[in-house]
């Protein structure tokens, strides 16, 4: 069994950072998987908001392009989300997933304006 752990979410101002991380633990080759960071707010679509691939190549939401950065340390099995100039817009529950199969609880994220 697979668990992934998100955890760093939190209330901050507008304009703020945070820094997210997900661990991921059980029968899982961390490094095989390509791991990515969704967004989801009530009544709306979870979104993609930033993928990396095994190789390391990085995608992100069009939303998020130059605020956020995504990395991965896969000696740790951990991927992280890094979120700057957080924006009210931002607020959401983050899940991390492994593949797109795999998802963690989720961490609550507060931007105030």
């Known amino acids: 069994q697979v668990q992934l752990v998100e955890s760093g979410g939190g209330l901050v101002q507008a304009g703020g950072s945070l820094r997210l991380s997900c661990v991921a633990s059980g029968r899982i080759m961390f490094s095989a998987n390509a791991m990515y960071w969704y967004r989801q707010t009530p009544g709306k679509q979870r979104e993609l908001v930033a993928g990396?691939?095994?190789?390391?190549?990085?995608t992100y939401a069009d939303s998020v392009k130059g605020r956020f950065t995504i990395s991965r340390d896969n000696a740790k099995n951990t991927v992280y989300l890094q979120m700057n100039s957080l924006k009210a817009e931002d607020t959401a529950v983050y899940y991390c997933?492994?593949?797109?199969?795999?998802w963690g609880q989720g961490t609550q994220v507060t931007v105030s304006s």
């Open positions: 990396i691939e095994r190789d390391h190549r990085i």
């Open positions: 997933s492994a593949a797109s199969t795999i």
